[in-house]
């Protein structure tokens, strides 16, 4: 079998791990020919003649069969994976943002030059989570996938649970335990999943949809109350993406919102930076998986997943199409919204209220939202607001 | 596209199942064009003239593509299997005793004949194991897999765990609910199980190892004096199966025993007829993989992803390879072995002892026994032991 030669795009822990595990085992037959670095004065520990800066040397060598991008900046990612697509190379990406925000004309350049474009590793780790909705699930009538899909919210949740920390320590903790990123934004206002939650509605349901039109709150809000509240209930708050069809098979509502989960249940067993998704099908119940959802090793597993499956010929199929689609919000859900009692809380975004609460400090109300009136009523952007979702 | 023609070997719960979504989907583009069984008198909920009773009805008849194979008589199912692959069809089996039983035979046969052979639903129901292990853990370094693979018995000692019941009285309740045959010696002597790893072990260490050499210690022999002292020490008593490498890669052993696992860890929450497998590979740390192990929905739904697969070309690959091979088992693990303090156990079997306990009625030893040893010692075979692993 010829070797296959790989173009690396970056040497972060990602890359340096993947070039560690190529080099160190050549019966792969993969051969790492170039790698591209932005800073070139940098100590890397591999022969200085693989490196350049320059991404044409990557991208106009003929011999090189496959493009592993694996560097933070979405825009320069999406320059670099659209001129190797046209370029007739297949590619390996880690990047969700990119994905999200140009999957459809990644899409449309791979087929079009007959190239592989592969992505496992830009949503949840190692967990082989689009494979499994590409490959797997095809037939059966799935039906739902939600799951905790950020490994810092998922810390940051945690410890505000089991330490009673308000959101600020925790978020500290995080970034000191190099969980959490030093701008977190696009971790905790739910962006970074609402990233992940299209590219999975894509492979789940076959629709295309844009990441500004998934519904999200992030965690920023939540107060220590919700959690004592949640605790005295038997429950756990996780930041959940969750996908839905209803009877008919049509897609009710894309959202990332804190939601209480049993702590008992797979996804309340789900702790710090582990993730883990719920496959929902009318066959086979429900489906569990679960895994590391970011760093070094996990990521390098999934990325040398894909390049292994790319030397087999592997492409995604997109089977349940690619249907380019505003999002139709049908889904009326219960929710938890609690607030600081004096804040004036305008409650007619409830089409049914069954509980409400009012405490020393505090107030609650549980009841029936229709999912877009959570857009009118601007729920998603009030900071003084807690909004838990009840899956 | 050309239609699918499917030919139906059996018309249990999964084989109507499968009619009916089929059948109710047409736009999948599959039709059952023939269903063999063997009691014409049963009433059908389908046409009269799709069933026969004649085996070479689907066997001859050139426009069938795709054989399924859904009968419990695994000689039976072998005949027809083996002819159906001779004669150019592909096959989905959820047969895991006849592939246990046949695995080198039927994988040649389906290799010289160029068709598929697929069998996900032989291996933990809807849990989609061999496709991961197969497609997605390749390049990886793959190190061991273990888990709860048989549903019966996890069924079982869930009741005597939970509820104090002694193995006798749990498994009445097993069989009342429907979750264990009427002769369930398959399952709980860990036969079924050790049929289950066989194929596993192939998949993941690409190694074709007959499952009579599995080392296989079933649930029957296991005291309520067991379970107490699992929950003294915050465990959960499991029927683990179980494969790995050591640091050379070499298979240590195969192995189903009953096994301490935390109460809170992945496999200490699968519970029932759940199903629970976890993958370790050195990048990727754990892989946690849950579902329904079976019945008729779980089984089913993975019936149809292999013929969903099927229809898109797909053939397991086998890429670790298919290496026959007598299993060298070099392992040597901790072990408590408990049996009544009257009862004149032999001890000699640990390399080393951590531990020794007599009581009123009960006694255990904890310690370090080679793997190979408790077939020297007959350990695996003596009813009067409780033998748990300490994985």
Redesign the interface.
């Known amino acids: 079998m010829k070797k296959l030669k790989i173009g690396l795009f970056g040497f972060g822990v990602v890359g340096e791990?993947i070039y560690n595990?190529l080099t160190s085992k050549q019966h792969?037959g993969i051969d790492v020919a170039k790698i591209v670095i932005k800073d070139e004065t940098k100590t890397r520990n591999a022969p200085t003649e693989l490196f350049s800066t320059q991404a044409y040397d990557i991208l106009n060598d003929d011999s090189i069969d496959l493009v592993v991008e694996l560097i933070d900046d979405a825009d320069a990612a999406f320059a670099i994976v659209q001129t190797a697509l046209k370029r007739g190379k297949s590619v390996v990406s880690a990047n969700k943002k990119m994905i999200a925000e140009h999957h459809e004309v990644l899409i449309q350049l791979s087929r079009e030059n007959g190239v592989s474009f592969l992505y496992e590793a830009a949503v949840c780790?190692?967990?082989?989570i689009i494979?499994?909705l590409e490959?797997?699930?095809?037939?059966?009538?799935l039906n739902s996938v939600h799951g905790i899909v950020n490994g810092s919210t998922n810390f940051i949740l945690c410890k505000m649970y089991e330490e009673n920390q308000p959101y600020d320590e925790a978020l500290k903790v995080a970034q000191e335990s190099g969980f959490a990123e030093s701008d977190p934004s696009l971790d905790v206002e739910g962006i970074d999943a609402s990233f992940k939650l299209g590219i999975i509605a894509l492979h789940a349901f076959g629709q295309l949809i844009k990441a500004e039109q998934i519904l999200r709150k992030g965690i920023t809000s939540l107060h220590p109350f919700d959690f004592e509240y949640a605790k005295e209930k038997g429950q756990a708050i996780k930041l959940v993406a969750n996908g839905n069809t209803n009877e008919k098979g049509e897609l009710e509502s894309l959202s990332v919102f804190p939601t209480f989960v049993k702590t008992?249940s797979?996804l309340g067993?789900t702790s710090n930076e582990y993730n883990g998704v719920i496959i929902g099908?009318?066959?086979?119940?429900?489906?569990?998986?679960?895994?590391?959802g970011a760093g070094r090793?996990?990521t390098?597993?999934?990325v040398?997943?894909d390049?292994?499956?790319f030397k087999?010929g592997y492409k995604y199929?997109y089977?349940k199409g690619v249907h380019k689609t505003d999002l139709n919000i049908t889904k009326s859900g219960l929710f938890y919204v609690s607030f600081d009692k004096i804040y004036p809380f305008d409650s007619s975004v409830f089409s049914e209220i069954h509980q409400s609460y009012i405490g020393e400090e505090r107030a609650y109300c549980i009841g029936k939202i229709e999912h877009k009136n959570l857009i009118k009523h601007r729920l998603l952007d009030d900071l003084n607001l807690s909004l838990v979702s009840y899956n």
Do not use: C, H
Not at 281 to 292: I, R, V
């Open positions: 791990g595990v792969l780790g190692s967990v082989p494979r499994n490959e797997y699930f095809d037939n059966d009538l008992s797979p067993q099908s009318t066959l086979a119940d429900e489906q569990f998986l679960y895994g590391k090793y996990p390098s597993s999934a040398l997943s390049i292994s499956a087999y199929e089977k």
